[in-house]
């Protein structure tokens, strides 16, 4: 890959991560992408009716409370970040 | 394997409710979304009964709905954020009865995601803009607007995306004519993501953040942000902006932050104000848990404004603010009532409240007050120092209150909801029925029941007085053309007629003109005040002053059927010839000269009513004994002349012609129908032709097994037929359709419409010696409800082979078992603890029960009778232990003797599943399985969620192990034992020495048995992973499921692969083959797949009619039943793909969804039709009917004659 071709790649893949967050790419870390993972299988939860319901079910608690508790988990879904060996 | 998919009962779950003037009349309606369905309510003020104006699948999933108004305006418009990545503005048209799409704007991709707005919708009060949100980041707006030709315009989106941000809710500020501001809660974890210590995360901030569009630059700007309360869950929008006329504000501006246990009035640059959301004084509540608001509602009166604000536990609690001009003197809040909690509240300016539940019932309540003066205690802002803002950080000391019955609103109306069916069960138990009831497990907690689903209109009662004789037939008549009710009742015997009289009473009257010596066979109000009587031996026409003009037949001969309306009377006599009356101007009954020879016995006759402003109606119908029936013409150009003929397969017992909408075959005018009922139950419904007379396209229709009567009625106001055989059928137009639906009543001999004071529009029947005056209630519901309540939610339930029990398991999460709750309570009460018992013994089916943490279950074994419709015995569970499966058991080895073994584990968590252990318990039935003795109790390591009897023995599925267990003294003796499988084993059903297994990630599994080597060996799975809900064998090879997405599909195993695996004795061959993909050595093939929309929870091979096909009926979570039929021929699928391609082209989703992606929303859609789309095709106008059936090669007839015999030979519906 020539630099040039290598620069507008970069340009054109920053562009997309800026526009859709949670787009992956070669350095992605295991903690990034499991996060990722978490936050849009909760976003996507809360965006179904059904499983919502289907959570709030099995949980007993109202639906209300079901949305509230996965978005507030999208925060932080999987624990904090794994500290960097570098630093 | 093709398949037809059809929705029987459509999802009644409510996600979200809107009220507004959506059809521009001064009356309020709501919009309600049903998740995939859009329904139009409309509140009756005067009565309080809610009706459904239209209900349309949208073929796509809703996620938010706003009402909004443009400045000025009268009309409201709905705006729906969905999965579609489009923007959709709904206009409600009340001349044609539809949503029209005004607008669809496309921003992002289709799906539920986190980036792609739809999630959450604002609107500003002022109708200038609307703020459409996702999750995560984007926001959009787009500003609303009006062109010169007073239609509502919409701008391309202003961007006003925060990266990184988790946005909690949305919503409009009203600041009056000013900027446009919304205001979000959002959080922002890009710090959080960095840092490792994990502090960056304790101390996240919640933001509240307001937007301001600029309408002059056009753009959204940031306008301010501060952080709360890290536990806000819902903004809730406070009026504001001033009033054009005067200086006064309409509010203080600004938003209610609703967090956990506080209630916050926040503005930019005001003072904030914070209350405790008050708390029941519940002895088993425990205190540390927080109290969240789940729903909430502003209303505005004249010159004041409240809000109705809901917690999580069904409490209403009435927000109020103090102010003087835009300063907030004080935040109060009081306990208001206590409804089932909501999706959405609604209040509407004639004083109701509907709740929208999120499961169970729907209600609309009326308010009796507005809590005003009462004694209920209320908390200011005031109370607490810098108006509770003290140290924010901290909660505020709890506040109580004590929850009482409806005090300000009582009960309206109740909207009937299925949600959730969590289980069901097809069979014909009741008796006097020849199609099967659905028996469904709804609902949950203390709301849950048992529902028995009949097909059927529900009749309702109002009198039912015996006769002294048997009667032939009934008749009601008015006594003038202007009588608003009827006077009459007139009975016909063998040998005699009897009068009635309608007034404060129903007695017998002499003097009427009417013989009484005679049978009748006809009574008619004729012209302006006279009435009509036709008996065997004449017609008897009694003037207004009582004189009475009989025609008499020629001697020797009879009047064997007679037809009449207001203008004419056509009698047909025993020597087969018809004689026809018309009256003319004078009043007089005038005959017609020449008779007609039928030169057949006339068996039937009818005639339609005359149409408004005509002097006759032009057709008469004749059914001869020869199996004819004819149209002749009435017409004085060609009185008598035979216009047209059909043959029938049987002698015609009745024929009524009668003048219906059905928007399938005319939108704007009635169609003339000439309905045949033949003398072995088959109805034949054709069209008449009203300008050549010819008749087209007939439908055939089993009703019964007796000779059809048919009957013309008024039913709300609209024409209708009462068909009558061994069953009662009622054919009506309902939202312009045309019904064809059993009536669930007695049967009846003969019928007739009944008009009084009391009854305006009720029908009256005869049943033997019983004469009954009813009323059909409910059109359009075709499914009638009973329920049977039940404790806590219901989970599965099983037949048992012998008797007609059901075996029901109940189980709550995060609830005390009645042996926990009492030892508490005891506790509590020997500490000296004062215990209210009135909240105590509070019913819970209104109140719910107190939350108790996670890993807290009550839970019963019911036995429930649906024939009594009663619960014969309940079991409860102790010990924190909860039932998830069961199942009945032959034992072997106790010689076939049942058994009822239940799963259970104690202190189970749901994620990660664990349990201290779980067990199976084995009941011995006693009493004829009116009770249960429980033998022993086998300790197991995990959850069981599936049992199944299998080969005298019971096979279990033991979170991720699959077991055989046989019967031993003590305790379930494990025989053989799988532990391949992946997460946990849902389903279980078994042909021969087969097993299918469900896991609850991983697809479908195929196991066998081999006895000679006491092997349980997987030979077969998916290559796909499914979270399996539901499961049921369609054949030997093919299995049918549904997943937790809302898929349903059809697997099949390759016919080889089963022969060698019966054909392997010991299964080694299996044993010693490789695995493909880290799975089975053999792969099933995907054979249909379509996504339904709604979370599969249960799924039969039944058959619904007698003697019908079987088909595939499944349940939904959301209230959804529907079937998937096997198409019978090639053509058939060839020519309903067609269909529903051009369908696909035509009907465009009203969220913009496409109804093919939608169908293959996560596996492309494979061998199934959509029906519920094919059958819109009866609403399309009518050319694009005819261009559609053109390339179709059929007539508009044909494709609805078809699309409708799919639907009735299957579901009979």
């Known amino acids: 890959m020539s630099s040039e071709l290598r620069y507008t790649a970069n340009t054109q893949l920053e562009h997309l991560h800026a526009r859709y967050t949670g787009t992956g790419h070669a350095d992605l870390s295991k903690y990034d992408w499991l996060t990722h993972q978490h936050r849009d299988t909760l976003a996507s939860i809360v965006g179904h009716p059904t499983l919502t319901s289907y959570l709030a079910i099995a949980d007993g608690e109202a639906i209300g409370r079901v949305k509230f508790e996965m978005t507030e988990r999208m925060l932080q879904p999987c624990g904090p970040p794994p500290r960097k060996d570098d630093d | ?1213």
């Open chain 2, 1 to 1213: 394997m093709h398949l037809y998919n059809l929705t029987l009962q459509p999802p009644t779950a409510t996600t979200q409710a809107i009220v507004g003037n959506f059809s521009g009349a001064r009356q309020q309606e709501i919009i309600v979304s049903h998740g995939t369905r859009l329904e139009l309510l409309r509140p009756d003020v005067q009565t309080g009964k809610v009706t459904t104006v239209i209900a349309t699948d949208v073929f796509g999933s809703i996620r938010s709905l706003a009402a909004f108004r443009l400045t000025g305006g009268t009309k409201d418009y709905a705006i729906v954020g969905s999965d579609s990545g489009r923007i959709i503005i709904l206009d409600y048209d009340p001349k044609t009865s539809t949503f029209v799409k005004l607008h669809q704007e496309t921003y992002g991709k289709s799906g539920a995601r986190r980036i792609v707005p739809g999630q959450y919708l604002a609107t500003d009060p002022k109708g200038r803009a609307v703020m459409i949100s996702a999750m995560e980041k984007a926001k959009l707006v787009y500003i609303l607007n009006r062109d010169a030709a007073a239609n509502l315009t919409i701008s391309s989106p202003l961007e006003a995306h925060k990266n990184a941000a988790i946005i909690h809710h949305i919503v409009g500020l009203d600041v009056g004519f000013e900027n446009p501001m919304f205001a979000a809660l959002e959080v922002d974890y890009s710090e959080s993501d960095q840092d490792p210590t994990g502090e960056a995360f304790n101390n996240a901030e919640k933001m509240l953040t307001y937007y301001e569009l600029d309408l002059g630059l056009n753009h959204v700007v940031r306008k301010w942000s501060e952080p709360t309360d890290t536990r806000a869950n819902l903004l809730v929008q406070v009026p504001g902006g001033q009033l054009a006329s005067s200086d006064r504000f309409d509010g203080p501006s600004g938003v209610l932050v609703c967090c956990e246990d506080h209630i916050i009035y926040r503005h930019m640059d005001a003072r904030q104000h914070r209350v405790p959301i008050p708390r029941r004084k519940h002895p088993l509540e425990d205190p540390n848990r927080g109290l969240i608001i789940t729903a909430a509602v502003m209303h505005k009166m004249k010159g004041a404004f409240f809000f109705l604000l809901q917690s999580e536990d069904g409490d209403l609690y009435k927000v109020t603010i103090e102010h003087e001009e835009e300063e907030v003197k004080s935040l109060k809040i009081k306990y208001f009532d206590t409804v089932p909690v909501a999706s959405s509240l609604c209040i509407l300016k004639s004083g109701f409240l509907f709740v929208a539940s999120e499961f169970g019932n729907h209600y609309l309540y009326q308010f009796q007050k507005l809590g005003d003066d009462d004694s209920e205690p209320e908390f200011s802002s005031t109370d607490y120092p810098s108006y509770g803002m003290d140290d924010p950080s901290t909660p505020l000391p709890h506040a109580f209150f004590r929850p009482h019955p409806l005090d300000n609103l009582v009960v309206a109306d109740e909207l009937e909801s299925l949600d959730p069916i969590l289980d069901s069960k097809v069979l014909n138990l009741l008796p006097n029925s020849d199609t099967p009831q659905i028996f469904t497990a709804c609902g949950r907690g203390a709301r849950s029941t048992l529902r028995t689903l009949r097909h059927g209109l529900e009749v309702e009662e109002s009198v039912s007085s015996d006769l002294p004789g048997i009667p032939n037939a009934v008749w009601t008549t008015k006594r003038t053309e202007d009588d608003p009710f009827d006077s009459y009742i007139i009975l016909s015997f063998v040998n005699g007629t009897l009068v009635l009289s309608i007034g404060e009473t129903i007695e017998e009257v002499q003097d009427t003109g009417f013989l009484s010596s005679a049978p009748t066979l006809a009574v008619q109000q004729i012209g302006a005040d006279a009435l009509l009587q036709v008996h065997p031996h004449g017609i008897r026409h009694v003037l207004a002053d009582r004189r009475v003009n009989e025609w008499r037949v020629p001697q020797g001969k009879t009047i064997v059927s007679a037809t009449t309306n207001k203008r004419q009377v056509v009698v047909a006599l025993s020597s087969a010839e018809l004689v026809y009356f018309e009256l003319d101007l004078d009043g007089q009954l005038n005959e017609y000269q020449d008779r007609k020879a039928m030169g057949s016995t006339v068996l039937a006759l009818s005639i339609a009513e005359v149409p408004e402003g005509r002097q006759r109606t032009p057709y008469l119908a004749v059914g001869c004994e020869d199996q004819t029936v004819r149209i002749i013409s009435l017409d004085p150009e060609s009185t008598l002349e035979t216009i047209s003929l059909q043959a029938l397969t049987a002698p015609p017992s009745a024929i009524c012609i009668a003048d219906m909408l059905d928007a399938s075959i005319n939108k704007s005018q009635p169609t003339m129908f000439v309905n045949i009922g033949l003398q072995n139950g088959v109805l034949l419904r054709t069209v008449l032709d009203p300008i050549n007379g010819q008749l087209t396209d007939t439908r055939t229709r089993f009703l019964g097994t007796r000779p059809i009567k048919l009957v013309r009625v008024q039913i709300q106001r609209n024409p209708a037929i009462l068909a009558l055989s061994s069953r009662s059928w009622l054919n009506y137009t309902h939202q312009n359709l045309m019904h064809f639906t059993p009536l669930i009543y007695d049967n009846l001999d003969y019928a007739w419409s009944f008009s009084a004071e009391l009854s305006p529009e009720g029908l009256i029947g005869i049943a033997g010696s019983v004469l009954r005056i009813f009323q059909v209630p409910k059109l359009g519901t075709k499914l009638k409800q009973d329920s049977i309540p039940l404790s806590y939610t219901p989970r599965k339930f099983i037949t048992h082979p012998g008797n007609s029990y059901f075996y029901l398991i109940e189980g709550d999460h995060r609830v005390m078992g009645e042996d926990a709750a009492t030892k508490k309570l005891n506790e509590l009460r020997r500490q000296g603890k004062n215990i209210d018992n009135e909240v105590v013994n509070l019913p819970p089916e209104a109140f719910g029960r107190p939350k108790a943490p996670a890993g807290t279950w009550a839970s019963c074994i019911r036995i429930i009778d649906p024939i009594e419709a009663k619960t014969v015995s309940v079991i409860p569970l102790e010990g924190n232990e909860s039932a998830f499966s069961l199942a009945v058991v032959p034992f072997s080895a106790h010689g076939g003797e049942l058994h009822l073994v239940v799963g259970t584990a104690a202190d189970t968590f749901i994620s990660p599943r664990s349990c201290t252990s779980g067990y199976l318990r084995t009941y011995k039935f006693i009493d004829d399985g009116a009770g249960l003795e429980l033998l022993h109790k086998t300790e197991v390591d995990d959850v069981p969620l599936a049992l199944m009897a299998f080969q005298g023995r019971l096979v279990a599925g033991v979170g991720k192990a699959l077991r055989i267990y046989d019967i031993g003294k003590k305790k379930l003796l494990r025989k053989v034992e799988n532990k391949t499988f992946a997460s946990a084993i849902v389903t279980l059903s078994t042909q021969g020495s087969r097993i299918i297994v469900g896991d609850m990630q991983e697809s479908i599994a195929y196991a066998v048995y081999k006895p000679p080597e006491n092997r349980l060996l997987v030979f077969a799975d998916d290559s796909q992973p499914r979270w399996i809900t539901a499961s049921t064998m369609v054949d030997y090879n093919t299995v049918a499921a549904g997943d937790r997405f809302g898929n349903v599909f059809v697997n099949r195993l390759d016919s080889k692969i089963s022969d060698q695996v019966d054909d392997d004795p010991t299964g080694a061959g299996i044993l010693h083959e490789k695995g493909i993909l880290m799975g089975a050595p053999h792969k099933t093939k995907l054979l249909c797949h379509f996504h339904v929309g709604d979370l599969v929870t249960s799924i039969h091979k039944v058959s619904m009619v007698a003697g019908g096909r079987e088909v595939l009926l499944y349940t939904g979570l959301h209230g959804t039943i529907g079937i998937l039929v096997p198409f019978v021929s090639k053509e058939d699928v060839d020519f309903i793909s067609t269909l529903e391609q051009h369908m696909r082209t035509e009907q465009s989703s009203l969220v913009g969804r496409d109804q093919l992606s939608w169908r293959g929303y996560y596996v492309p859609v494979k061998a199934v039709v959509d029906g519920d789309l094919c059958e819109t095709y009866a609403r399309l106008p009518g050319s694009k009917q005819s261009a559609i059936a053109g390339e179709l090669d059929r007539t508009v007839g044909e494709v609805l004659k078809k699309l409708e015999q799919l639907r009735v030979t299957t579901s009979g519906f």
